[in-house]
T-cell receptor, first 114, second 111 residues
Framework: DTAVSQTPKYLVTQMGNDKSIKCEQN?????MYWYKQDSKKFLKIMFS???????INETVPNRFSPKSPDKAHLNLHINSLELGDSAVYFC?????????????FGPGTRLLVL | GQQLNQSPQSMFIQEGEDVSMNCTSS?????WLWYKQDPGEGPVLLIA?????ELTSNGRLTAQFGITRKDSFLNISASIPSDVGIYFC???????????FGQGTTLQVKP
């Protein structure tokens, strides 16, 4: 069974469109994250949620809106997609927000904006 | 924002050779983690370090949490082709509690 799963794995879309990426974890963790990995492979945190509540919101355009319907799911909706949004988006989860618990990553969603 | 400096950026080595990579920070970290990312996959945790001076092994991998709490290294002994991938250090900042990633070290192993 996949611990952290994301859909879709690939997403190709036109500039200006709105799209969503879904993430689910079956580890029973309380905390979930979204990361963005750019073309230089640099990983940067975007958001984290603990028990459905927003904990970290880095400097991310407000076109990006995370939603956590329950603690096992964290979805990412992106409005008015731009060329610079092209990247790999990783979801991750951890037991808590202490920073001492391992983060488990999903397989990533490869977004290409044309 | 806070950054981790990871080096080297890339390595191309012969199978059987030992590999060493490290990360440094200008501020103190509470934890140091080493992840590996295979092509087309998400990062997977290799080793976690929680105490200054801690030295931990996982098979052919050994990592240490620097005494100053501002650095860490990862060694891979007797490299094999499946060691190919991108290795990331990550640390939890004592200031912010956030997990910050290094820029990654791309490892290629020639059979």
């Amino acid at each position: 069974d996949t611990a952290v799963s994301q859909t879709p794995k690939y997403l190709v879309t036109q500039m200006g469109n709105d799209k969503s990426i879904k993430c689910e974890q079956n580890l029973g963790h309380d905390t979930m994250y979204w990361y963005k990995q750019d073309s230089k492979k640099f990983l940067k945190i975007m958001f984290s949620y603990n028990n459905k509540e927003l904990i970290i919101n880095e400097t991310v355009p407000n076109r990006f809106s995370p939603k956590s319907p329950d603690k096992a799911h964290l979805n990412l909706h992106i409005n008015s997609l731009e060329l610079g949004d092209s990247a790999v988006y990783f979801c991750a989860s951890s037991q808590d927000t202490s920073g001492r618990e391992t983060q488990y990553f999903g397989p990533g969603t490869r977004l290409l904006v044309l | 924002g806070q950054q981790l400096n990871q080096s080297p950026q890339s390595m191309f080595i012969q199978e059987g050779e030992d590999v060493s990579m490290n990360c440094t920070s200008s501020s103190i970290f509470n934890t140091w983690l080493w992840y590996k990312q295979d092509p087309g996959e998400g990062p997977v945790l290799l080793i976690a370090l929680y105490k200054a001076g801690e030295l931990t092994s996982n098979g052919r991998l050994t990592a240490q949490f620097g005494i100053t709490r501002k650095d860490s290294f990862l060694n891979i002994s007797a490299s094999i082709p499946s060691d190919v991938g991108i290795y990331f250090c990550a640390g939890t900042s004592s200031n912010t509690g956030k997990l910050i990633f290094g820029q990654g070290t791309t490892l290629q192993v020639k059979p």
